[in-house]
């Protein structure tokens, strides 16, 4: 299960965290200013998803960095064209002649997302953050970032002038063991539980027999055998799993549309941006950004069950109802 917020006030700096409840794990979508975050709820930072290095998205790189010095800490960075050199160019702001004595692992592997090929590098504190290139050319399907058991993350290359990354995460389905049932029944936990839910995940027939077994005191092995169907039924449940969408700067356009659409399709949450009102469309358009109505309409068409707008224009301080009002009517429509 996660839960997701935006990091600011929807006139500041955008970004969502995402954090995985009874997980130390949480994922950031944008580097803009960070300073609302505790130095706890960062370090439990594992991704960072960077739609694109306008100053708003990207400040806060420096601030993460700072915290996370010294530590442990291993984070995978995504990023568009460009990224690699932007991250350098961050890292080389600084001095680095006393970090080889530091005895933590922090470590940055850095992606560069294009639409075709993606490019990685490695920056080790240890190794005064000198980059390692792990890949220059690989394959990439311009959609699949992140493939992990329990999440993956997808990409879409929106038009912002320049690329601006929107990105989802959608937790994988979860198989909780109903372990009262499972004493009920007079059957152990072991390792043929994590055999048991592969079999489920792998989409095998309920027919396919599965051991269950355990040492007794004497260290031999006893066993049953059930069919996967019979175990199905009695003791799991499983719990769906969430998807959430980041989508930010990016102009409204038909190719745009259609690949917000795709990409935040059944969302749970669809997080937006939402800069201008309608009224205000051709600013938009000259600023390469949407309105809170278009917002409002793709969140809608991507068939999103929640809605969240942020990055507001500065022009629209203390009418801020009138935004929201807008985007939720275009959303609520019929
Ligand atoms: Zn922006």
Redesign the pocket.
Known sequence: MFSAQLINNPFDD?GVYVEFRYKRRSILFDLGNLHHLSARELLKISHVFVSHT?M??FIGFDYLLRICLGRDQHISLFGPPGFIKNVENKIGAYTWNLVENYTNTFTLDITELHEKHKRIRRYRCQSAFKPEVLADAEDFDGTLVVDRNDFTVKVAFLDHKIPSLAYSIEEKKHINIKKNALGEMGLPVGPWLGEFKDKILGGNPDDTLIEVWWKDKNKRISGKTFPLGTLKKKIIRITPGKKISYI??AVYNEDNARKIIELARVSDIIFIESPFLEKDAEIALKKYHLTAKQAGDLARMAGAKDMTIF?FSPKYKGRKDLLLGEAMKAFNQD
């Open positions: 955008p306008h708003d998205h930010t700067d990055h």
